[in-house]
């Protein structure tokens, strides 16, 4: 049987339609409801691959505790392979032993310590580095990463805080070895699709029980929305925090695709 051009035509636009519905149908698979708010709100801060085009980013980073205790740190990171490396220039809460310029640095395999330029092999100072290192990291980059393999989704219903209406979200992460491990429970608006706040633990330092409130105000950077301004202190799982001061923490000078040489993360 000969075909024309026009039934050619026809059955080639029939045949992408069902392509693209399919592909649609399989972006719109969702563990449940839970899962389907963090997805719609990573598309609005930008997921995984709008911050990977950025190939890597250069920032200020300062935190500063109550009793007005600083951390300054310029950090770098590069986005394949998660390398990060921060110079601290004021580190009066991480390894304040040390004085003078400080540096930390992870190349993908390993972690190190630098103080005016020789390396610190001590192990109790490499276990802060182990710990700074992949959480600066990961608290740059977290509202991506949650949409990574390996986490469950427990829609908790909404609620009204300050006449302002939210979708909460409980976020867990698989254990392979029955340790604990993080719990973070969001607070999405209904309105804009931001996490205005969020509970957290942090397992590796035995924040477990007793959660963590952190606040949040983005800016828009290179088409991007980032919480550059934070702060956090004690609360319980119904987001009601304790009379502590707030702990402050500010990314500032935020610079992508710098073009950073994988050699900075290196020993």
């Known amino acids: 049987m000969k075909l024309n051009l026009q039934t050619l035509l026809i059955i080639t636009v029939l045949f992408m339609s069902c392509k693209e519905q399919k592909g649609s149908d399989e972006k719109t698979s969702f563990q449940n409801k839970g899962q389907q708010l963090v997805y719609e709100m990573v598309q609005t ?17 300062q935190y500063q505790t109550p009793d007005g205790k600083t951390d300054l ?7 394949d392979g ?42 109790v100072s490499l276990k802060r580095v182990k710990f700074n ?13 949650l949409l990574d393999p390996g986490l469950t989704y427990e829609y908790l219903g909404a609620k009204s805080i300050e006449e302002q209406r939210y979708d909460i979200v409980k976020i867990s992460f698989d254990s392979n070895n029955e340790k604990p491990t993080d719990i973070y429970q969001i607070y999405i608006n209904k309105d804009t699709k931001l996490v205005d706040q969020f509970l957290f633990t942090v397992a590796e330092v035995g924040v477990i029980d007793q959660p963590l409130l952190m606040k949040l ?43 950073l040489s994988r050699s900075i993360f290196e020993k």
């Open 45 to 61: 801060v930008g997921d995984y691959s709008k911050l990977a085009e950025k190939k890597d980013v250069i920032y200020t980073y």
């Open 73 to 79: 740190s310029s950090e770098k990171y590069i986005f």
């Open 82 to 123: 998660e390398l990060s490396y921060g110079a601290y220039e004021q580190h009066e809460r991480t390894l304040p032993e040390y004085e003078g310029l400080i540096e930390q640095g992870y190349d993908g395999k390993a972690y190190w310590l630098r103080h005016k330029g020789n390396y610190i092999d001590d192990l």
């Open 133 to 145: 290192r992949p959480t600066n990291f990961y608290w740059f980059t977290m509202f991506q990463k």
């Open 217 to 259: 105000k983005y800016e828009e950077i290179e088409g991007l929305l980032i919480p550059t301004q934070r702060i956090y202190k004690g609360s319980n799982w119904e987001a009601e925090v304790t009379d502590a001061p707030w702990i402050k923490v500010n990314w500032s000078n935020i610079q992508f695709n710098n073009g």
